[in-house]
């Protein structure tokens, strides 16, 4: 960390994608960062030891209300999905007022992005995929080595790269998905979102899986920016409905809920935010 002056700044520890706490994926945010560095954020975000912190700092472009710094312990991200909803959930909490009625509207590394009311949950407008389209077929070997399972059980695999670099595996069912016992070798560097279909009448469309590399292999409980590519991908291929919900965190004892809706030529991924913890930190 820099010789900073060290002051009180709002803190907030918010459940994403959950109405329950404690059920869903936490996000840090300090509210107030003005004045932060990179580096004290990135040491920051280490220290939360939480798959991402965010910092909300005034906006450089005028049509924004706010802007957000995505730091994971190791990175800082221009996008991904439940730190936006946590965010956008924590500035309207601490007082934001939204320059378009009903629109929240954020800057962050990956530009401009919209956030709305959508039937009592905040959902963000599904940024473009920056690199889509099949894997090399080395990668999808890989892939069902890692995911120990056969070739012929993947029925699609694509990038979904909206920031983080995912990568899309469609299983045929979610009973294949709740199933997967990874192996954290063959994996390597790959990012990897698994979805399948629930059986109809299931109270959730889709169960998804994501897996993010690192010393070891960690288990994400619920992932925004997977989701929003997964969703581009599937309505785009119809192989999914404009509007479904899918389900993750089973597996890690989570309730996560992931509700997408194709509407006015956008995709919206949302979910319901419940503040855990508020107070101040000393940054």
């Known amino acids: 960390m820099t010789n900073e002056s060290l002051r009180v700044r709002p ?10 706490p404690y059920f ?12 932060l560095s990179t580096e004290t954020m990135q040491h920051y975000a280490n220290w939360t030891n939480l798959s991402e912190t965010t910092f909300l700092l005034p906006p450089t472009d005028p049509r924004a209300d706010y802007r957000v710094r995505i730091f994971t312990a190791s990175e800082e991200f221009p996008f991904a999905g439940h730190p936006t909803l946590g965010s956008a959930h924590t500035w309207l909490q601490a007082g934001g007022v939204p320059k378009a009625q009903g629109i929240v ?22 940024p473009p995929l920056t690199r889509f389209g099949p894997v090399e077929p080395d990668i999808r070997g890989q892939l069902a080595a890692a995911l120990q399972v056969p070739d012929e059980a993947i029925l699609d695999a694509s990038w979904l790269v909206n920031g983080p670099e995912w990568i ?18 063959a994996m390597g560097d790959l990012k990897v ?48 409905p404009q509007e479904y919900v899918a389900a993750q965190g089973t597996v890690l004892g989570r309730a996560g809920r992931i509700h997408v809706k194709a509407q006015d030529g956008e995709i919206w991924v949302g979910g319901a935010s419940v503040t855990c913890i508020e107070g101040t930190v000393l940054l």
């Open 168 to 185: 899309g595996v469609l299983l045929e069912s979610a009973e294949q998905v709740l199933a997967l016992e990874p192996d954290v070798a």
């Open 193 to 240: 979102g698994v979805i399948g279909p629930h059986t109809e009448g299931s109270s959730t469309d889709f169960e998804v899986r994501t897996f993010v590399p690192g010393d070891a292999m960690v288990e994400d409980p619920v992932t925004g920016s997977f989701n929003a590519g997964a969703a581009q991908w599937l309505i785009g291929s119809g192989r999914a």
């Open 105 to 126: 509207v954020q800057e962050c590394g990956a530009g401009l992005v919209q956030v709305k009311h959508d039937g009592g949950r905040l959902a963000f407008a599904a």
């Open 24 to 35: 869903g994926n936490p996000l840090a945010v300090v509210v107030d960062a003005e004045g």
């Open 11 to 20: 803190f907030h520890q918010v459940d994403v994608f959950s109405d329950r």
